[in-house]
């Protein structure tokens, strides 16, 4: 049996770290894939057990492929990996969409992000879920966790079309997600009072940002601009892409994080815009930087013929 399947990446546009505890985000699948390929014995062996036994998606993959009774195994990404763009929850969304097709069941979705999910907590330690359910069901999604086994996910249908946001790479971060979530829950549990505000301050920006998909406000900048400096106060982005930041907001734009962040060194993909997307490639090029245009609300894990 050969099966191949594909699972997008995402851009949080509000929300992130927030998400973990309780809190909305907005999210949307980007136009890069993981695809995942497997040919080999139809296994019944392959369920959720087989995939707990495993610390890690690495691990999982080479004892995968070692056993004899596989035959080709492979695993091509486009989404930059470590970069706050959802790499590890698309690859886990795409090798559970494998393991179903694997173990005889038919196409089902929530099956899907459950186990993907699981894949993500030996990745991570506590993901809130957002990455793996936006690279399951693809498009845009409200998400919100209400607690460790419910969560909630609504599709969001925009007013207009979205093509004026950017990435820019502000290098790869030096921490992992779970290093940079362990930080935020360190500061939170250490003073919980500034978190708790910063918190709300997002949410708030969240919602600013769902109106202005739906058409009802219209000054994304600011958003950004808050968004970012939520993100900065709860500790999750470093010197350089702040730097980044600052140059792109002097020349009348905004930029922010995608996902975790990064202190140390860089901060991974900045999703950044401005009302003339022509002066905010030119500001990118004078820093020695790329601008990649992002085409937001991908489609969501999909099996290939
Ligand atoms: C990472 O893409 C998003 C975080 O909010 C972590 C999570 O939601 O699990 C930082």
């Known amino acids: 049996m050969r099966v191949t399947a594909s699972a997008p990446g995402k851009v ?22 993981c695809q995942f390929t497997f040919e080999g014995e139809n296994n019944s062996a392959f369920n959720s057990e087989f995939i707990s036994k495993y610390s890690s998606l690495k691990q999982l993959f080479k004892a995968w492929k070692n056993l004899p009774t596989t035959k080709e195994f492979s695993l091509d990404s486009q989404i930059p990996v ?20 694997l173990s005889k069941q038919s196409i089902n979705l929530e099956f899907i992000n459950n186990m993907a999910y699981k894949l993500e907590v030996l990745q991570h330690g506590k ?47 030096a921490e992992s997600t779970k290093d940079l979530v362990m930080g935020v829950a360190e500061r939170r549990q250490a003073n919980s009072q500034p978190s708790e505000q910063i918190f709300r301050q997002i949410e708030e920006t969240t919602r600013g940002f769902l109106r202005w998909m739906q058409g009802q406000e219209s000054n994304l900048v600011e958003l950004i601009r808050i968004n970012h400096r939520s993100l900065v106060d709860l500790g999750v982005v470093g010197e350089k892409a702040q730097q980044i930041v600052q140059t792109i907001e002097k020349a009348g734009g905004a930029a922010k994080i995608t996902g975790a962040g990064g202190v140390v060194k860089g901060s991974g993909f900045l999703l950044a815009y401005h009302p003339d997307s022509e002066k905010l490639r030119a500001i990118v090029d004078n820093i020695d930087l790329k601008l990649d245009q992002l085409q937001l ?9």
Do not use: M
């Open 297 to 305: 609300g991908g489609e969501g894990v999909k099996l290939h013929e």
């Open 127 to 173: 993901p809130s879920g957002v990455d793996n359910t936006i690279a399951t069901y693809g498009g845009f999604l409200w998400f919100r966790r209400e607690s460790p086994e419910l969560s909630i996910r609504q599709t969001i249908v925009t007013a207009k079309k979205i093509d004026s946001l950017y990435l820019v790479d502000s290098g790869k971060p």
């Open 82 to 101: 470590g970069r706050g763009l959802g790499s590890s929850a698309a690859c886990s969304v795409a090798v559970s969409a494998i393991i179903q097709q």
């Open 12 to 33: 949080i546009l509000s929300g992130e770290h927030a998400v973990v505890y309780g809190f909305p985000a907005l999210v949307a699948a980007v136009n890069k894939r």
